[in-house]
């Protein structure tokens, strides 16, 4: 059953063969309330209504009943009472079962008695559950019989229709809305206790999920918070990462710059101030024949690379070009040879183009003690 709207729905109708049925799809935090209605359960009828001393209305309805082995449960049907009694272990036996199964139980009612609370709203003689009889004058009850029936038979309470099978277990839930039946009952202290475990149990988990929930937009809002500033933080980071590899490239070109200075200042300073005495005697001696190309002063050794040092070919001149007149060119190289700053003269290729051209390289070994 459910409430919608101040009224009171049935939502569904079910019936089990097993307790193992109703776990399967019984909802663990449903409450739930039992009627022990099976043949272990004994009810009586007293033709009073006193209430005064329910104890003593049970013991004359059981003489010598034992109060610390049974529950049991009375209530008024005009001016009749009904006495129901069962066994303390059958109850806590199934107690036990169910609240192992996690079965929030809320309400215990014995027998016939929860039909009190509907008893009004049926204007019948003759009232059916799903195994007892009862028969009633007007309002007071006058017999309550077991009995197996085949057709079944529907209630109209206040616009429900609930049939014979359902009216106890309908009954004793409006007990449960209704906080409590109409009569007395050892069971009254068990009701109350599992009642209130049950609504701590229900309060905790709406806190719980209240709780949960609000840590949920916390976090939430936290997210939104920090990812914006994190996407910010990103973004600084990239630019401090970019710039981070400007300025190791930059630096890295400078070390570059700086080493083919240091490259050049060493080819220009490896020849000192006697190099521009030997290029100036060397271009003095040159015939109009000879045609000079190119002139290296302390030629490299092996080509330029990075972070290697310059290895140079010290006192040194090549010289390359043409030569117009092979007489006037034997002439210039034993000129060369008598100055006291050259060692030697070597001819390191002459190639003949034609009877009046030829290409030629020299070596000049200076004398670097003069």
């Known amino acids: 059953m459910e409430r919608k709207k101040g009224e009171l729905l049935i939502s569904e109708r079910k019936e089990y063969q097993s307790l193992d049925n109703l776990f399967k799809t019984r909802k663990k935090n ?169 609504q701590n149990k229900r309060f905790f988990d709406v806190v719980s999920k209240l709780s949960l929930g609000l840590v949920l937009t916390i976090l939430l809002l936290n997210f939104f918070f920090f990812n914006h500033y994190f996407q910010k933080v990103g973004e600084l980071r990239t630019l401090t990462e970019i710039n981070g590899i400007n300025k190791k490239n930059l630096s890295e070109l400078t070390e570059r710059v700086v080493e083919k200075q240091k490259r050049l200042d060493a080819i220009l300073s490896s020849g000192n101030s006697k190099s521009s005495y030997y290029l100036d005697g060397i271009g003095k001696s040159v015939p109009t024949s000879v045609l000079i190309h190119q002139i290296q002063y302390q030629p490299l050794l092996k080509p330029l690379r990075n972070s290697k040092p310059v290895e140079v070919e010290e006192n040194i001149i090549i010289i390359e070009g043409n030569s117009f007149n092979t007489n006037e060119f034997s002439i210039w190289i034993e000129q060369l040879e008598t100055k006291s700053w050259i060692r030697k003269v070597e001819t390191l290729d002459f190639d003949y183009q034609n009877k009046d051209n030829s290409l030629f390289s020299i070596k000049i070994v200076l004398d670097d003690e003069q």
Do not use: Q
């Open 30 to 198: 449903c409450p739930t309330t039992i009627i022990f209605n099976t043949n272990d359960v004994l009810s009586k009828i007293l033709k009073t209504k006193s209430k005064n001393n329910p104890k003593a209305l049970v013991e004359k309805a059981f003489p010598n009943f034992n109060f610390e082995n049974f529950y049991y449960e009375l209530v008024s049907f005009g001016e009749h009472t009904v006495i129901s009694i069962i066994k303390k272990d059958k109850v806590n036996e199934l107690l036990k079962e169910l609240i192992a199964k996690k079965i929030s139980v809320v309400n215990i009612s014995l027998g016939v008695c929860s039909l009190v609370n509907i008893k009004n709203h049926i204007e019948r003689d003759i009232v059916r559950t799903s195994n007892t009889e009862l028969l009633f004058d007007s309002a007071t009850i006058n017999s309550i019989t077991r009995f197996e029936h085949n057709e079944p038979v529907h209630y109209e309470i206040n616009g429900l229709e609930i049939e014979n099978d359902f009216l106890l277990g309908f009954s004793g839930i409006l007990s449960f809305i209704s906080k409590g039946g109409i009569g007395f009952s050892n069971l009254t202290e068990l009701n109350e206790y599992y009642k209130s475990e049950f």
